[in-house]
Every structure is written in C-alpha cells, then in structure tokens.
C-alpha cells in the first residue's frame, strides 16, 4: 500500500504547464474512433490507469493503435471483433458505461468487468433504459453490477428521460443510436444538463445530433464519421486540486495553462470566486470545446451554500470540501446524493476524513456540513478513491498530514505528486 507524507506548504507563486489531459474527452477520443473508418489523430491522451483500459478495449475490438511520439492513431476495424476475453474497465465507470451504450448496438457478445470498486457501482441506470430498446444486457443483481455480459444489436429507437443528469447516462444512450441500425431517431432529455462532450465531439465528427430546449435528438448514422483531429486539453477537474491549493495558502497564486474551459467543468473555479477568491479566465482557443488558462489567487475566504448545477461540480466537491474547511463560517452541500455512487461514498468519504484534520463536519443523506476551522496533523484514508486521496493531500498544505492507500491516484493524474512536490515536501 503506497502511503502519501505531506508536509506544511509555505505561500507559492506557480505557473503549471503539465496538468493531466482531460479524462472525459480522452475516454471518448479512443471510444468515438471507432464510430469513423478513417485513422483519428489524438494528441495529448491522458496515459492513466481509467483512459489506457478504454484503449486497451478499443483495441481489443480490433483497432489498430499506433504511438508515434507521444501522439495516437487510431485506425478502426472494418467491423467490430467479438473479443474472447473479458473486456477491463479497471476503476472507470465511464468507460464501463459508454461501452455498454455503444456496444449494445454492435452484434456480437461482450463481457465488461472492473476492480473491486467498479464492480459495486451502479449500471442500472444505463442497462436498463439500454434493456428497453432491446439490448440484451445482464450482470449480478439482476444486471445492476458487473461483470455486465451484453449480446448487441437490434436496438429500437428511444424517447428517454432519465431521471438524473448523468453525462455517462445520457453517453451511453447517444452512442447506442447514433450506431444502432434502425432509421428513425431517439431522443434523451435530463433534469439539468450534464457534461456535454459526447454531443459536442460526435457533431464535429458529423453526427445529426440537434440540442434543442433540453432535449437530444440523434439520427442513426447513415455512413461512418468523420475522424477526430484533437489535441486534449488540460482536465479542469485534475487542475482543481491546485486551484483550491492556492485558494486556501495565504499569498498565494497559480496559473493552470491550456485548460478545458467547457462551461459544465468550470463551475468549481465559479465557487471558489463566490467564496472571495480572485479567480480569472483566459480563454486562447477553440476547437471541438474552448480552452484557456485560469489563473487562482488566494484571498479571505467565506462559506458558502451548494445546491444548484451539481452535476457540473460533482467531481470536484471533494476538494471544494478542504476549501470549505479553510473558509468563515459554515458551508453546505445539498441535492448531492450521486457523490455516494462515484468511486467512493464521497459524502462519508469527506466526513469522516475532515473530522480526522479536526474540522467539524456533518453528514447528511444529500450531501454535508463545513464548519471552516483550524487543520490539526492528521493521517487519513483515500478509500481507493483518487480525488478523495489528492483532496487530502491539498488539505495536507496546511499543517501536514499523511494519506493511505494513494495508487489511486494513477487513475486519472499520475503526474499529481509531481506538481506537489513543487509546493511543499512529499515523501
Ligand atoms: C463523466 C461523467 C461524470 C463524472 C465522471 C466522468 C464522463 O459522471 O463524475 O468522472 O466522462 O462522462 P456522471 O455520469 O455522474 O455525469
């Protein structure tokens, strides 16, 4: 087990070029060439443990993936192979998800499993609405748990409205229309609007998809997609970590360069602006999404009350929480439930880790209290959760502390004690 020491940070003025590339947008880079019958060209694919077991699955549905320095060609097969083993998703519900939607409507059978924590988290949510157009999908606990067997093709056309704003739902459901057989077309509705990449980079791959008051409409593909030209940029939520570092360390400033500025990823940066920190966007580019440096500066800091837009936030909440434990007074998270399904139980995650630092915290069914407080040393456990380990190991800046079990953190930043090591001791 790897075991994190972090010391007490002193005030920092840093500029951070290597952030991590996005996580969404590479799972979809490698899942999305397979939609084209042309090589995609990816720069920048984030190599962590979640987006190389969705390349490995790309491949092993017959793509043919070529490195050449630092940057992927993805050549798809003339016709998706019916692998003979299982196909691993490793710690990524994402992929777990997007795989089930976009193989339900290849013919062929595929069997999709991850570690210990994948493999009690939720598929319900997407095998059954899959399940209604006539995918053949079961698992453990009537299809709710993985491994998660599928029998593709013959899908219906859908009218769905799922009942929670989930990017990874409504991924799932897109990719099974645009790729299914039939002629007529879906449409998928949610709450609030979740993470939109997958409408975004499917219609600048040529896709009919048409968003319009709320609701989804995807035509079936008559011919292959364009292939993607991409460079990824810098994960938001990756580089979140070291936003909330120098909101809460007094005098201090940082620079997070060329990263996604995709309104549903920047909600966080909006929070910590609300809580007093000075916060600025500066946005340099546009392809398939905006992208842009965001620089964070420390300022006195005020609790606030989260309850609207949760989905844009849902990943960065656990390091919100450490920035509600630096602020005046006390903070609520509220309508957060889905924190308790992610790769942890965020919500005791957090609670139970905050009252370790010495912070007074609360646990509720939907979310949590903050009471903003003094950090005392603390030793702490990631859960096998990466953000709750890199979570804790910002709360660390402020007094030192150690956290257990940190491979997790390979998942999706691998590079994150790297950056660490610039602001303060880490061993
Ligand atoms: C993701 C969607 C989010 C997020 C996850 C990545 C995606 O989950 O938490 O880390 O890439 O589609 P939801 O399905 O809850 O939106």
């Not at 995918?135 to 009537?142: F, L, N, Q, S, V």
Request: proline share 5%; net charge positive.
């Amino acid at each position: 087990m790897n075991i994190l020491h972090v010391s007490k940070a002193a005030s920092f003025d840093l500029q951070i070029s290597n952030i991590a590339p996005d996580k969404s947008i590479s799972h979809r880079c490698a899942l999305f060439s397979l939609l084209s019958d042309k090589t995609s060209i990816v720069r920048n694919y984030l190599r962590a443990e979640d987006t190389l077991c969705t390349l490995n699955i790309v491949k092993s549905l017959g793509a043919e993936v070529k490195d050449e320095s630092g940057i992927l060609y993805i050549t798809p097969p003339s016709c998706i192979i019916e692998p003979p083993s299982i196909l691993d998703c490793g710690n990524s519900g994402t992929a777990m998800r997007l795989f089930m939607g976009f193989l339900s409507s290849c013919s062929g059978f595929f069997v999709l499993h991850g570690d210990k924590y994948l493999a009690n988290r939720p598929m319900k949510r997407v095998a059954e609405p899959l399940r209604n157009i006539g995918a053949k999908i079961d698992g453990r606990k009537k299809g709710d748990l993985s491994p998660i067997c599928i029998r593709g093709g013959g899908l219906k056309s859908f009218d769905y409205k799922s009942p929670i704003s989930s990017a990874q739902v409504k991924s799932a459901l897109i990719l099974s229309a645009v790729n299914s057989k039939n002629d007529m077309p879906s449409i998928f509705s949610e709450p609030e609007l979740s993470r939109d990449h997958t409408e975004k980079m499917l219609k600048g791959m040529g896709a009919d998809i048409r968003c319009e008051s709320g609701k989804i409409t995807v035509y079936p593909n008559k011919k292959p997609l364009q292939p993607l030209d991409i460079t990824i940029p810098a994960d938001p939520s990756s580089a979140f970590f070291f936003a909330a570092a120098a909101a809460v360390t007094p005098n201090s400033k940082v620079t997070l360069k060329n990263v996604l500025l995709n309104k549903t990823r920047i909600e966080a940066y909006k929070i910590l602006q609300k809580m007093g920190a000075k916060v600025e966007f500066v946005k340099k580019d546009e392809k398939y999404e905006n992208i842009g440096d965001i620089i964070v500066q420390h300022a006195p800091l005020k609790a606030v009350e989260v309850s609207e837009n949760i989905s844009w936030l849902i990943d960065e909440l656990p390091a919100l929480s450490i920035v509600f434990a630096h602020a005046q007074g006390i903070s609520s998270v509220k309508n957060a439930k889905e924190l308790r399904v992610k790769e942890s139980d965020r919500i005791s995650a957090v609670v139970q880790n905050l009252k370790l630092c010495g912070i007074e915290a609360a646990e509720k069914e939907d979310g949590y209290n903050i009471k903003g407080g003094e950090f005392k040393s603390f030793k702490v456990q990631s859960f096998g959760d990466h953000r709750i380990a890199m979570s804790f190991a910002i709360a660390a800046l402020a007094c030192g502390g150690v956290i257990e079990d940190t491979e997790c953190i390979n998942t999706s930043f691998p590079n994150f004690i790297d950056i660490l090591s610039k602001l303060t001791r880490v061993e």
